[in-house]
């Protein structure tokens, strides 16, 4: 099946307020860092990635599209 002239008229997301960042899970990883030998810095430099949103446990998929959806208008 082919589909033509489809399109994507609007977009939105949800972010959590908690968020974890390269430099607070590297400083929870310290010992081992030190251990290895590894220098700060060391997993944002790998990833690229600065920090992280996380939902609180248990939250359920519906209600984040739901105010994914809220945030359209």
Request: net charge negative; aromatic share 8%.
């Amino acid at each position: 099946m082919i589909f033509k002239n489809i399109v994507i008229e609007s977009f939105a997301y949800a972010l959590s307020d908690n968020e974890l960042t390269s430099t607070a899970i590297e400083n929870k990883l310290a010992p081992l860092y030190e251990k290895l030998k590894l220098p700060e810095g060391r997993l944002e430099l790998m990833t690229e990635i600065t920090s992280r949103r996380m939902w609180e446990p248990g939250t359920l998929p519906s209600s984040l599209s739901t105010e994914a959806a809220n945030n359209l208008f």
